[in-house]
T-cell receptor, first 111, second 112 residues
Framework: DGGITQSPKYLFRKEGQNVTLSCEQN?????MYWYRQDPGQGLRLIYY???????QKGDIAEGYSVSREKKESFPLTVTSAQKNPTAFYLC??????????FGQGTRLTVV | AQTVTQSQPEMSVQEAETVTLSCTYD???????LFWYKQPPSRQMILVIR??????QNATENRFSVNFQKAAKSFSLKISDSQLGDTAMYFC?????????FGQGTRLTINP
């Protein structure tokens, strides 16, 4: 079945540690996105990519990094520079003009 | 830059009533799509309805319909005969040529 997969579902990070969230899609979508959601809040765009080897900063890119080496994959690294990383992270993919598909999300907690 | 604004953080109605959620957006693009997504407690994003900007006719999906006012950059969602299962966060979203941008969300509660 085609879809978009995020892993892990739950992730714990120690202070000062970098962690990487995985996002894989087999829908042959060109565009991929990362969003952050805080409790009771909307989805804020972190990074997005329209093609392989190219990506753009969203509204809250500081403290995050991404890569797009393959069409299917768009991993997000939460670096130690992100001072408040505890949140729910959603990955999405789309191909214009179709509807975006979302992963199940990763809940990141700083311990 | 594209922005999406939902001015109602929370709404609450009785079962079977009709409720309208508001959304405004700002863009300089002429070709774009607008969406309403539902997010239940499971956090899964579920597409409710979609509107192409070039279509003047308002989209309808069963009990869900939109009022799309392109000149006013307004895109409201009407839920008719509301059901308990409609309780969720609702997000308005804009998809242009580059980005998919979301509003802050409206928490909708349907009371029995």
């Amino acid at each position: 079945d085609g879809g978009i997969t995020q892993s892990p579902k739950y992730l714990f990070r120690k202070e000062g540690q970098n962690v990487t969230l995985s996002c894989e899609q087999n829908l042959n979508h060109d565009a991929m996105y990362w969003y952050r959601q805080d409790p009771g809040q909307g989805l804020r765009l972190i990074y997005y990519s329209q093609i392989v080897n190219d990506f753009q900063k969203g509204d809250i890119a500081e403290g995050y990094s991404v890569s797009r080496e393959k069409k299917e994959s768009f991993p997000l690294t939460v670096t130690s520079a992100q001072k408040n990383p505890t949140a729910f992270y959603l990955c999405a993919s789309s191909i214009w003009p179709q509807v975006a598909f979302f992963g199940q999300g990763t809940r990141l907690t700083v311990v | 830059a594209q922005t999406v604004t939902q001015s109602q953080p929370e709404m609450s109605v009785q079962e079977a009533e009709t409720v309208t959620l508001s959304c405004t957006y700002d863009t300089s693009e002429s070709n774009y799509y607008l969406f309403w997504y539902k997010q239940p407690p499971s956090r899964q994003m579920i597409l409710v309805i979609r509107q192409e900007a070039y279509k003047q006719q308002n989209a309808t999906e069963n009990r869900f319909s939109v009022n799309f006012q392109k000149a006013a950059k307004s895109f409201s969602l009407k839920i008719s005969d509301s059901q308990l299962g409609d309780t969720a966060m609702y997000f308005c979203a804009f998809q242009g040529a580059q980005k998919l941008v979301f509003g802050q969300g409206t928490r909708l509660t349907i009371n029995p």
